[in-house]
């Protein structure tokens, strides 16, 4: 009784709650965060300008991935307003023809790209989607299956593959392990959450060709930007090309995405496929689409400072493992539903990760889990709840895309369905990946 009651009165462990009850109560994530931190400062007997003296240093541990989502939603900006997105709608218009698979094979190769090698994020989705829906009423698609090719592609590049937002995720899981006492190579990383990837590859062929393979009808509605573009490559549009595959080798040379995608821009702006005097619009149209996010970052990783500042991770630490089963598989398994609750919560795998790894990596080192089997677990834990989280982009980008003529639903045609495919696989994979590791 005692233990659980030292359990049950920990600064970390209260806070966390706090933070995923406000985050199912709908407050706002940054509100929720810093509310959070503060539970956690005064239970712990920290005076309030400690803590936000702590929470504002914190904050500096995020600041090479915010700087990466605010730059890269700035090159997002540059190749839509260069007309390239819209060069690509007609492009697959004129392929697909009347083939459903084709459609969605692109599809997801799109959503892939967007996340590795042009890093975009969700921004194409609005732009590329609503000219194709009379396509896939035409081909009788059900949009749920198409609400989880997006979700994969937005999602399975940054667990398995270490370029793009793969860089972000899994320099900020190398960064945090570092943080909390566990050595562990960059390299490492993508070689144990791969496993990760083909679980959801798993997900995905279940969602196509079990799930949602059957036909769906919707109406013909006329919506903005229905009519494909059918517009042909131009000098500037293959500059953009440019641009991209330069942004690309630069962050896997230098392993740093801010300046890969300064590069890009440089090159955009230099060659004149954005006027000079419109640099600062799409600066600011590039905060505009992710410095949310990016300010997530940084507010999640201040918290995380501020937990580790209380001295309650260690207690917390003591405090669970009497009361965990001796089963590796069991523990993991706890983990892993825990990190489904705070992720469905946030919205964000990457503004999770601080959280978890402050929490769970103790605890993972006093039972004995080898490096590899720590990287699967803290990304698996991260990962889950993003596919299926109202709040997330990976099913906030395809709902704005697949809902453009009013029948898609957000919850049961997106959330919904992406949850059941893609959390369900990550957890049976995360725990295969720990055996094989062991």
């Given at each position: 009784m005692g233990t659980l009651a030292h359990l049950l009165s920990n600064p970390a462990l209260i806070s966390v709650i706090v933070l995923c009850i406000l985050c199912v109560r709908k407050v706002n994530v940054l509100l929720a965060i810093i509310i959070s931190t503060l539970v956690a400062g005064l239970v712990s007997g920290m005076n309030v300008t400690h803590i936000m003296n702590t929470f504002i240093s914190g904050m500096g541990g995020n600041s090479e991935t915010a700087l990466s989502y605010i730059l890269l939603g700035a090159f997002a900006a540059t190749m839509a307003h260069s007309g390239f997105t819209d060069v690509i709608s007609g492009k697959i218009a004129n392929v697909v023809s009347d083939k459903k698979y084709v459609l969605l094979t692109i599809l997801a190769l799109i959503a892939m790209a967007s996340q590795?090698?042009?890093?975009?994020?969700?921004?194409?989705?609005?732009?590329?989607?609503?000219?194709?829906?009379?396509?896939?009423?035409?081909?009788?698609?059900?949009?749920?299956?198409?609400?989880?090719?997006?979700?994969?592609?937005?999602?399975?590049p940054y667990i398995a593959i270490p370029a793009g937002f793969g860089l972000i995720f899994q320099n900020l899981i190398a960064d945090n392990m570092i943080q909390n006492g566990v050595n562990v190579a960059r390299g490492e990383i993508w070689q144990s959450t791969v496993i990760l990837g083909f679980?959801?590859?798993?997900?995905?062929?279940?969602?196509?060709?079990?799930?949602?393979?059957?036909?769906?009808?919707?109406?013909?509605?006329?919506?903005?930007?229905?009519?494909?573009?059918?517009?042909?490559?131009?000098?500037?549009?293959?500059?953009?090309?440019?641009a991209a595959v330069v942004t690309f080798v630069v962050q896997l040379i230098t392993k740093s995405l801010p300046l890969g995608a300064l590069v890009g821009l440089g090159i955009i702006f230099t060659f004149g496929v954005i006027p000079q005097e419109k640099m600062d619009h799409m600066m600011n149209e590039g905060i505009y689409l992710m410095g949310y996010i990016a300010f997530v970052m940084l507010v999640a990783a201040g918290?995380?400072?501020?937990?580790?500042?209380?001295?309650?991770?260690?207690?917390?630490?003591?405090s669970v493992l009497p009361i965990l089963p001796a089963n590796i598989y069991l523990t993991s398994l706890i983990i892993l539903i825990i990190g489904l609750f705070i992720t469905i919560g946030i919205g964000t795998s990457f503004g999770t990760i601080p959280i978890l790894a402050v929490l769970f990596l103790p605890i993972c080192v006093k039972l004995g889990f080898n490096t590899h089997q720590m990287v699967v677990l803290l990304a698996a834990a991260a990962a889950l709840g993003d596919a299926g989280s109202p709040a997330s982009d990976t099913t906030l980008g395809p709902t704005a895309?697949?809902?453009?003529?009013?029948?898609?639903?957000?919850?049961?045609?997106?959330?919904?369905?992406?949850?059941?495919?893609?959390?369900?696989?990550?957890?049976?994979?995360?725990?295969?990946?720990?055996?094989?590791?062991?």
């Open positions: 590795n090698i042009v890093p975009i994020h969700i921004a194409f989705i609005p732009i590329i989607i609503p000219p194709l829906l009379k396509i896939m009423n035409k081909l009788e698609i059900d949009r749920r299956a198409v609400a989880c090719v997006l979700a994969f592609g937005l999602k399975m679980g959801m590859l798993v997900g995905l062929l279940i969602a196509l060709f079990i799930s949602y393979r059957k036909p769906r009808i919707y109406e013909d509605k006329t919506v903005a930007n229905s009519q494909p573009a059918n517009h042909t490559f131009r000098k500037k549009h293959w500059i953009v090309i440019l918290f995380a400072e501020v937990l580790k500042e209380t001295g309650a991770i260690e207690g917390l630490v003591n895309g697949l809902n453009a003529d009013g029948q898609h639903n957000h919850i049961f045609d997106t959330c919904i369905p992406t949850f059941l495919h893609y959390n369900i696989a990550l957890i049976l994979f995360a725990l295969i990946g720990i055996c094989l590791f062991g």
